[in-house]
């Protein structure tokens, strides 16, 4: 059974930074996508950065040249740092990894989601 333990929320300045962590634990499977999405208060989650197993990564506009998202795959983790941070990134963050698994012509996705880390950012 895989599971996403998140680390590194809290409470930060505006201007501030963060560094949220994730690992996979209870399997060796290789992930093909990991990333992290956030959802704030009364809005939908959305995808705030992505990063596949060959290092492609993925960012939403607003977090664009704030946000670094990397990973090691050897360990399974992803990590994100976010440096000057806005009121407006509070939310709560999840970890989300997906595994594929091709039987046929047909593709399986198996997505996993961590617990959840709050970050708050005050102005």
């Known amino acids: 059974q895989v599971q996403l333990v998140e680390s590194g929320g809290g409470l930060v300045q505006a201007g501030g930074s963060l560094r949220l962590s994730c690992a996979a634990s209870?399997?060796?499977?290789?992930?093909?996508?990991m990333g992290w999405y956030r959802q704030a208060l009364g809005k939908q989650r959305e995808s705030v950065a992505t990063?596949?197993?060959?290092?492609?990564?993925n960012y939403t506009d607003s977090v664009k040249g704030r946000f670094t998202i990397s990973r090691d795959n050897a360990k399974n983790t992803v990590d994100l740092q976010m440096n000057s941070l806005k009121p407006e990134d509070t939310a709560v963050y999840y970890c989300?990894?997906?595994?594929?698994?091709?039987?046929?012509?047909?593709?399986?996705?198996?997505?996993?989601w961590g617990q959840g880390t709050q970050v708050t950012v005050s102005s």
């Open positions: 989300n990894a997906d595994f594929r698994v091709v039987a046929g012509k047909t593709e399986y996705k198996y997505d996993y």
């Open positions: 209870g399997s060796k499977v290789k992930f093909k996508t």
């Open positions: 990063i596949t197993s060959d290092g492609s990564t």
